[in-house]
């Protein structure tokens, strides 16, 4: 016969272990001198991943694998250092055997509200990756998704000039989100910050914050999102500035920032990966 264990001491079945009470998490990341709401991570784990997704004869369906795996490590990275948590009482399956049976202490917040982007084209795969991993951490009913079509503007010389919004689905107001941009490649920046203006001035209601959350960034791009946008965090696995000289290169990130160089002629990031849009997609027009 199967007999039930039972705590010797009622009072500490219904006790709280301290130990989950005040969950910590440090994020790890390199020393730099830009603005303090970015962040380069410090993984080795992330950066050996990228490091294989960026190789040259990396192809599909590899691709899907290895953004699938990055970006489901960065909502977690972001999740436990940005959203706020929230003390309960879950009880167990063990519940049926003891009245101890219950979790007792903090999990992420499932009240917290949050909007991710996709920037089509090369934003969609890893918006939607963010977007299914959210709805199992929140209620599903505080997450959203929204889409924004847009592409580069070159000149003659392949130089970007700017960028066109082709259409975008917006799912309504941002009243305390967490509004997510997962882009890949945060390159010269011109397609985040329009699409944050977007948010800003179009869509009604005020966010609580603003993350743009990519693979790679460059010194150019750092300067431009935190001019325009000072209050909006950068998240990236990687800064590349291959092209900057040797002893900038020796320096730490951001010591000589006016001479720090990340984009070739055609703002195409090095040593980085190519066009994400192209690569992620299998088309290259």
Not at 35 to 47: C, R, Y
Not at 136 to 146: A, K, M, S
Not at 168 to 181: H, Q, R
């Amino acid at each position: 016969m199967r007999t039930r264990s039972r705590s010797s001491d009622p009072e500490a079945a219904l006790a709280a272990d301290s130990q989950y009470l005040s969950l910590s998490y440090r994020l790890s990341e390199i020393e730099h001198g830009y603005p303090k709401q970015v962040h380069i991570l410090s993984d080795p784990f992330l950066s050996t991943s990228l490091a294989h997704l960026c190789a040259q004869r990396t192809y599909q369906p590899e691709i899907n694998s290895l953004i699938t795996t990055i970006y489901h490590n960065l909502i977690k990275i972001l999740a436990n250092v940005e959203f706020p948590r929230k003390k309960v009482e879950i009880p167990s399956r063990m519940i049926e055997a003891t009245p101890a049976g219950v979790y007792r202490g903090e999990i992420l917040d499932p009240d917290s509200r949050a909007v991710v982007v996709d920037i089509a084209r090369a934003g969609t795969v890893p918006a939607q990756i963010c977007y299914i991993a959210l709805n199992y951490v929140l209620d599903p009913r505080n997450v959203r998704q929204d889409h924004i079509s847009m592409n580069r503007e070159t000149d003659d010389q392949s130089r970007v000039t700017g960028v066109r919004v082709g259409g975008s689905k917006i799912g309504g107001p941002v009243d305390g989100a967490y509004v997510l941009f997962p882009d890949p490649m945060g390159a010269t920046g011109s397609s985040i910050s329009r699409a944050i203006r977007i948010y800003k001035h179009e869509v009604e209601g005020r966010a609580r914050k603003y993350i743009a959350l990519h693979l790679i960034v460059t010194p150019e791009y750092i300067r431009r999102i935190t001019e325009e946008h000072p209050d909006v965090e950068v998240y990236a696995v990687r800064l590349d500035r291959g092209l900057s000289e040797r002893d900038v290169l020796a320096a730490r990130p951001g010591k000589h920032w006016d001479r720090e160089r990340g984009l070739n002629e055609h703002q195409y990031i090095v040593p980085g990966g190519g066009g994400f849009g192209e690569i992620l997609n299998n088309s290259y027009v």
